[in-house]
């Protein structure tokens, strides 16, 4: 199916991704999860200036299919048109510490290419996925990045450290979506000035574990071409204080991506419920927590 798919010409995908991203708008899928988020992080803004934001992410999610189809079919040389690469010598200091590397990434441009792209040119990924139901896209979906060498590495209760501690002394790179709302263990950090539930795992994984870590984002050029921006090695801090230390770690991540997608907030997953999950709040401050975005229809 796949095979099939990636000799699709991209004017063709493209137009269908297009109209996918019409359809999921116009049937209101998950509009007002996405607006909601728009109204907590933009309060600035107008409705009509959030409507816009929100109408061209839905196109921008359209648009990443073509990329997401071709990418594992494509010859080294085109690889190396399509990523603009900014930052490639930061991974490479990285990877050269010898610990392993956690490339944390977010849901912003098309954030799946990057571990497709990134096998394809030699590195050895290992991406954290969580389990997803049997349907065509995710079939496809995993098809694709078996396709292209990602390891996938399903997360599941009471093994998960153990497999990336082990994935780290081989000398892989995790593939790690950190903003994602987090319901295990979570610290939080601030997100668009809210609180935004968020793992501690890279933050950890620096600091007990010696891993190098990077910024890692897919920022689409609107050619066809994708600048990979790669930040870091990030160092973790050591002030004896590990919680603490964590969660200043994990805020530098979240500014890092703020900056990014207040400069192209229609590139960023508003779909997702970031804000679900609130803070434990002191009875006496539980009148000023902030209000979580409501719930879909």
């Not at 010696?210 to 890692?216: C, D, M, N, Q």
């Amino acid at each position: 199916m796949l095979d099939l798919l990636g000799r699709i010409p991209r004017p063709v995908l493209a137009a269908i991704g297009r109209f996918l991203g019409w359809l999921i708008w116009t049937l209101r899928i998950r509009r007002r999860v996405a607006l909601d988020n728009l109204r907590l992080a933009f309060p600035e803004k107008s409705e009509a200036e959030r409507v816009a934001i929100a109408r061209a992410n839905y196109d921008h999610l359209g648009q990443m299919i073509p990329d997401f189809l071709r990418v594992p079919t494509l010859p080294p040389e085109e690889l190396d048109r399509i990523f603009v690469y900014e930052g490639w010598e930061n991974y490479q200091r990285a990877a050269a510490a010898g610990k392993g590397v956690v490339a944390c990434t977010a849901h912003f441009g098309n954030f799946d290419l990057l571990a497709s792209a990134h096998t394809r040119r030699g590195v050895p990924i290992t991406q954290l996925s969580r389990e997803m139901g049997d349907n065509f896209f995710n079939r496809l979906l995993h098809q694709a990045r078996q396709r292209s060498g990602v390891q996938d590495l399903i997360i599941s209760r009471g093994n998960t450290l153990r497999a990336l501690l082990r994935a780290l002394k081989e000398q892989r790179v995790l593939g790690f979506v950190y903003d994602q709302n987090e319901v295990g263990h979570p610290i939080f950090p601030t997100f668009f000035g809210v609180p935004a539930a968020t793992t501690s795992t890279p933050a950890f994984l620096a600091r007990r574990a010696g891993a190098a870590v990077v910024f890692v984002l897919s920022v689409p050029l609107g050619d066809g071409r994708h600048r990979v921006v790669i930040e870091g090695p990030l160092a973790p801090l050591d002030s004896g204080d590990p919680e603490a230390d964590d969660l200043a770690f994990m805020q530098l991540l979240n500014d890092k991506l703020e900056a990014w997608v207040r400069r192209h907030p229609d590139r960023w997953y508003w779909l997702h419920r970031r804000w679900k999950t609130r803070p434990p709040a002191a009875p006496a401050d539980a009148a000023e927590a902030p209000t979580a975005p409501a719930r879909p229809n």
